[in-house]
């Protein structure tokens, strides 16, 4: 294989969540239906899950699962950093360490591929606490690199030349930028926009995608985990998705105009009108009425009566407790990130759809 058609692309952000890992799993899967034998690797990973007796990044498990690499998870995650690792570093650095484990799953994982995708952590910068940032790893890998911005247009060109210029102090190659997350009814002004603002940078923009309101819809399960809720009922629906929440604070003559399809219901336990409305409309979707409920959280530790607890069990609605007050929850709910799972079988194939529809594929390989 000649070295020079090696694909060695190096995923960084403008900040965190900006889309690293969707865009690796719709990049890996292009790859992979062009017959170009692919790998992936995160250097240093922040967020871990335990897989048989070694820690492995979120990202790199959930592109093994996907992919069915997961062989490799050793090499895919060469690096974790843990609570309480960066101040154990700075009074105790060894950066040939890390540099020898990410250089060795580097070489172990291109062995016989055409392309590797490498994701970062964060924006250029992050890591360099430890002596690696973006920037450090992806010129130790000698990968040229792709910045993912979230849609917007000055801000967000600010932030990107902000990128750049470290990646480009480093002498490591920025072959575009890929928008992602624009709002749908600001595409049409957006795109243009960034893609002539970035240019006038000598910037390339390789994609720009829309915001997919799935792609930020948790599962029922999810906000139970993340809010280390209670199950009272209705286990069999905790898969739903969540399209929208409410505070269900108001009387059942107003809280009806919120309810939507998808609803989340959060209130006090003791709000049993609020209750029976809820489960009442969802009932009666099956008469053209009503909207499909996701869960109901019942907050401040109280629970309705038996017979009303059992009326919940029939509707089927997964109802979660928790003793922390309405408004709590709520709060806990808004600043919610739940990154994709390999669960998310519906959110894996939007996000590759959405890659293969609005990233320049071809203008990303001819750059090597």
């Known amino acids: 294989m000649d070295a020079k058609k090696f694909h060695n692309i190096f995923l960084s952000s403008i900040h965190e969540n900006a889309g690293k890992t969707a865009v690796s799993l719709g990049l890996y899967k292009i790859l992979k239906e062009r017959k170009i034998k692919t790998a992936f690797i995160k250097p240093i990973g922040q967020k871990v899950v335990h ?21 490799r998870f050793r090499e895919m995650s060469p690096v974790t950093i843990g609570r309480g690792y960066t101040e154990k570093y700075i009074f105790n650095p060894d950066k040939s360490r890390h540099e ?38 992806a010129k130790l890998l000698g ?27 480093k002498g490591v190659e920025v072959i575009g930028v890929i928008v992602n997350k624009v709002l749908p009814e600001k595409y049409d002004k957006v795109g243009p926009a960034v893609r ?10 390789l994609g720009v995608i829309p915001m997919d309101p799935l792609l930020s819809a948790p599962t029922v ?22 399209n929208h929440t409410i505070v269900a604070a108001m009387e059942p003559h107003n809280m009806i105009h919120y309810l939507k399809e ?37 907050t401040s530790g109280l629970q309705p009566n038996p017979k009303i607890i059992d009326l919940m069990k029939k509707s089927r609605i997964p109802t979660l407790l928790t003793d922390d007050d309405t408004y709590t929850v709520a709060g806990k709910i808004e600043h919610l990130v739940c990154k994709i799972q390999k669960t998310d079988k519906d959110k894996i194939r939007e996000v590759t759809h959405l890659v293969q529809k609005y990233v320049d594929a071809d203008a990303i390989l001819n750059s090597f």
């Open 262 to 298: 998808g609803t989340l219901v959060l209130t006090s336990g003791d709000r049993v009108d609020n209750i029976m409305l809820a489960v009442s409309s969802h009932l009666t979707t099956g008469a053209g009425q009503g909207f499909h409920i996701s869960g109901i959280i019942l």
């Open 221 to 242: 399960d999810q906000v139970k985990n993340a809010l280390d809720l209670r199950l009272l009922c209705g286990d069999a629906g905790l898969t739903r998705r969540v």
């Open 100 to 137: 020898r484990a990410i250089l060795e799953a580097f070489q172990t994982l291109r062995k016989g591929k055409e392309a590797i995708i490498v994701e970062g952590t964060g924006h250029a910068g992050v890591g360099s606490v430890i002596d690696f940032s973006n920037a450090d790893v």
């Open 51 to 71: 897989v048989g007796d070694v820690d492995i990044d979120k990202d790199s498990y959930l592109m093994g699962e996907v992919f069915r690499t997961g062989k």
């Open 196 to 205: 002539r603002g970035l240019e006038n940078k000598g910037i390339r923009v």
């Open 143 to 169: 990968s040229k690199v792709i910045i993912i911005s979230e849609g917007g247009i000055g801000k967000s060109i600010d932030e990107i030349v902000l990128n750049k210029a470290l990646f480009d102090l």
